[in-house]
């Protein structure tokens, strides 16, 4: 085998990145170890299996459980997790990745590369659509030997390395879960990885605690003794247990927006906004297009122009993101800033909606829809009514409903919807986590996928190109071309590029150490006064 000298930098060069963040972060102060995390969790996810339930709360606590063979650095650059190194042959096609020795799952028994085999080749391909389309171009995935990994593609993929964070492919144990069926395997209950924490104890509604893993494979990791996730429903409560100091960290939609600038203000707290570079989390309204007149593009681009981007951020967000101007987050891969969303204009919305036939009765109703609210804290709720009054302009009726996440999530699964919010993470190229929901073959009864049943053929055409093409500039020029079609007929009405802080306690050393931030596995994270 042919290695190339990327291949060779990227066994060689990137062990280092996570200490020296890691040195720069704890500011000299030596790790000590004992003490327990408190934090908290919202909202309370179905379950821990990460492949079997990918939503937020789930992918924020279960990543300190599962792991994978990468993480990455805020530039994207892989690091090594449970591959220590890893070589690309000259065309392309073949990976072979050097597993850490030694490592074991949380009842004792060893990992080795069947493992890593069957958790690419069977969990995940299984479970989720996103892992499924990239790792249908593999060729062999094999287990060389207990600790070498050898993956050959049918043809090269450019963006093949993002694929191995554990919110992408965590790794599960092949004996507990092979011959089984994996949504319903009883351990998805007490779920067993090789992270630093092992799972303890789930009083619903309560708490999660999660406990060190004696075991685990890097020495003397990691210093905590324990995490606890609290779950607290109200977010006034959330907020007033980081003040006083009953928890200690809060991250993603812990903390509301509104709540920011006064926690900021507060001399014992952090507020960091780092961390969120590989998920690139993008909101938008999500359309049904099989509900009456949200099939055709003239009413969904009235929509998506019916709605003041700038209010959402500066009055419900508070500045903490960006207006989303497309499909494609401005810190993804292949953004284009050339090409954007028609801009807020309520007068043309109505007379696009004029020109599309949808005429108002005599209460100047030209539509009633109903509208599906994220339950994943107020913020939402009150994003859900803004767009309720935007659409009011254009007269648009909005009815509310509500549910619980897990209702949430199987009534989007299920298409029982017709609008409602959601939000993405694009893992750090558009083939990766923007694709998924635009091209004709995911259009599937499964969350996150293409749930609103757009189909247009060149979209495919141009995702495909994109997804096959070798070099980056080729990429860029399907991506740039895709989102000019997109940007036209808004299939989805992106929102928001959500910034989510991530606030604790300044005794909390090591929080933010990679481009993945809350979803590692918090092995270097210490307690010093």
């Given at each position: 085998?042919?290695?190339?000298?990327?291949?060779?930098?990227?066994?060689?060069?990137?062990?280092?990145?996570?200490?020296?963040?890691?040195?720069?972060?704890?500011?000299?102060?030596?790790?000590?170890?004992?003490?327990?995390?408190?934090?908290?969790?919202?909202?309370?996810?179905?379950?821990?299996?990460?492949?079997?339930?990918?939503?937020?709360?789930?992918?924020?606590?279960?990543?300190?459980?599962f792991e994978s063979l990468l993480t990455y650095?805020?530039?994207?650059?892989?690091?090594?997790?449970?591959?220590?190194?890893?070589?690309?042959?000259?065309?392309?096609?073949?990976?072979?990745?050097?597993?850490?020795?030694?490592?074991?799952?949380?009842?004792?028994?060893?990992?080795?590369?069947?493992?890593?085999?069957?958790?690419?080749?069977?969990?995940?391909?299984?479970?989720?659509?996103?892992?499924?389309?990239?790792?249908?171009?593999?060729?062999?995935?094999?287990?060389?030997?207990?600790?070498?990994?050898?993956?050959?593609?049918?043809?090269?993929?450019?963006?093949?390395?993002?694929?191995?964070?554990?919110?992408?492919?965590?790794?599960?144990?092949?004996?507990?879960?092979?011959?089984?069926?994996?949504?319903?395997?009883?351990?998805?209950?007490?779920?067993?990885?090789?992270?630093?924490?092992?799972?303890?104890?789930?009083?619903?509604?309560?708490?999660?605690?999660?406990?060190?893993?004696?075991?685990?494979?890097?020495?003397?990791?990691?210093?905590?003794?324990?995490?606890?996730?609290?779950?607290?429903?109200?977010?006034?409560?959330?907020?007033?247990?980081?003040?006083?100091?009953?928890?200690?960290?809060?991250?993603?939609?812990?903390?509301?927006?509104?709540?920011?600038?006064?926690?900021?203000?507060?001399?014992?707290?952090?507020?960091?906004?780092?961390?969120?570079?590989?998920?690139?989390?993008?909101?938008?309204?999500?359309?049904?297009?099989?509900?009456?007149?949200?099939?055709?593009?003239?009413?969904?681009?009235?929509?998506?122009?019916?709605?003041?981007?700038?209010?959402?951020?500066?009055?419900?967000?508070?500045?903490?993101?960006?207006?989303?101007?497309?499909?494609?987050?401005?810190?993804?891969?292949?953004?284009?800033?050339?090409?954007?969303?028609?801009?807020?204009?309520?007068?043309?919305?109505?007379?696009?909606?004029?020109?599309?036939g949808l005429k108002p009765n005599a209460q100047?109703?030209?539509?009633?829809?109903?509208?599906?609210?994220?339950?994943?804290?107020?913020?939402?709720?009150?994003?859900?009514?803004?767009?309720?009054?935007?659409?009011?302009?254009?007269?648009?009726?909005?009815?509310?409903?509500?549910?619980?996440?897990?209702?949430?999530?199987?009534?989007?699964?299920?298409?029982?919807?017709?609008?409602?919010?959601?939000?993405?993470?694009?893992?750090?190229?558009?083939?990766?986590?923007?694709?998924?929901?635009?091209?004709?073959?995911?259009?599937?009864?499964?969350?996150?996928?293409?749930?609103?049943?757009?189909?247009?053929?060149?979209?495919?055409?141009?995702?495909?190109?994109?997804?096959?093409?070798?070099?980056?500039?080729?990429?860029?020029?399907?991506?740039?071309?895709?989102?000019?079609?997109?940007?036209?007929?808004?299939?989805?009405?992106?929102?928001?590029?959500?910034?989510?802080?991530?606030?604790?306690?300044?005794?909390?050393?090591?929080?933010?150490?990679?481009?993945?931030?809350?979803?590692?596995?918090?092995?270097?994270?210490?307690?010093?006064?």
């Open positions: 085998m042919n290695i190339t000298r990327r291949g060779l930098m990227a066994a060689a060069s990137t062990a280092p990145l996570l200490m020296r963040a890691s040195d720069a972060l704890a500011q000299g102060i030596t790790p000590r170890r004992g003490g327990i995390l408190t934090t908290v969790l919202n909202p309370e996810p179905p379950v821990l299996q990460m492949g079997v339930n990918n939503q937020g709360p789930t992918l924020v606590a279960a990543s300190k459980i650095s805020p530039t994207l650059e892989p690091i090594p997790m449970l591959a220590k190194s890893w070589t690309i042959s000259e065309d392309g096609r073949e990976y072979v990745f050097k597993l850490q020795e030694n490592v074991k799952f949380h009842d004792g028994q060893p990992m080795t590369a069947d493992d890593v085999v069957f958790s690419i080749m069977k969990f995940h391909m299984e479970l989720a659509p996103r892992a499924r389309t990239v790792f249908q171009n593999i060729d062999v995935c094999e287990a060389a030997d207990p600790h070498t990994l050898r993956i050959t593609l049918k043809k090269p993929f450019q963006p093949f390395l993002l694929m191995f964070d554990a919110t992408a492919c965590c790794i599960v144990p092949k004996h507990i879960f092979d011959g089984t069926d994996f949504r319903t395997n009883p351990v998805n209950a007490r779920p067993i990885g090789t992270g630093p924490f092992k799972f303890t104890e789930w009083q619903r509604g309560n708490f999660i605690r999660l406990d060190r893993f004696d075991g685990y494979w890097k020495p003397n990791r990691p210093y905590l003794d324990a995490i606890i996730y609290r779950i607290v429903p109200d977010s006034q409560s959330r907020r007033l247990a980081l003040e006083t100091g009953q928890v200690l960290l809060t991250q993603a939609n812990d903390i509301e927006p509104f709540d920011v600038p006064q926690l900021r203000a507060r001399p014992n707290l952090t507020v960091e906004t780092k961390g969120w570079e590989y998920m690139s989390p993008l909101s938008w309204m999500e359309i049904n297009h099989r509900v009456g007149p949200l099939g055709d593009p003239r009413v969904r681009k009235a929509m998506s122009m019916a709605i003041d981007r700038n209010f959402i951020v500066n009055r419900l967000w508070f500045g903490v993101g960006k207006a989303a101007t497309g499909p494609i987050s401005s810190t993804t891969r292949f953004y284009d800033p050339n090409v954007k969303l028609a801009p807020f204009d309520v007068r043309a919305a109505n007379q696009l909606l004029d020109a599309a100047g109703v030209r539509a009633t829809l109903k509208h599906l609210m994220l339950p994943y804290g107020e913020i939402w709720t009150r994003l859900s009514e803004y767009l309720r009054q935007s659409m009011r302009q254009i007269g648009i009726q909005l009815e509310m409903e509500s549910t619980d996440a897990g209702g949430w999530s199987r009534r989007i699964g299920a298409w029982e919807y017709e609008t409602s919010i959601n939000f993405l993470y694009q893992l750090g190229d558009p083939t990766l986590g923007v694709e998924r929901s635009y091209v004709s073959n995911n259009i599937q009864k499964v969350t996150f996928t293409n749930t609103g049943g757009y189909a247009n053929p060149k979209v495919d055409e141009l995702f495909f190109a994109a997804r096959d093409a070798a070099d980056a500039p080729t990429r860029q020029r399907h991506f740039t071309e895709v989102t000019k079609i997109l940007v036209e007929e808004v299939p989805q009405i992106w929102l928001m590029e959500l910034t989510f802080p991530t606030i604790y306690d300044k005794k909390l050393h090591n929080v933010i150490t990679t481009g993945t931030g809350v979803h590692t596995g918090f092995d270097d994270m210490f307690l010093a006064s």
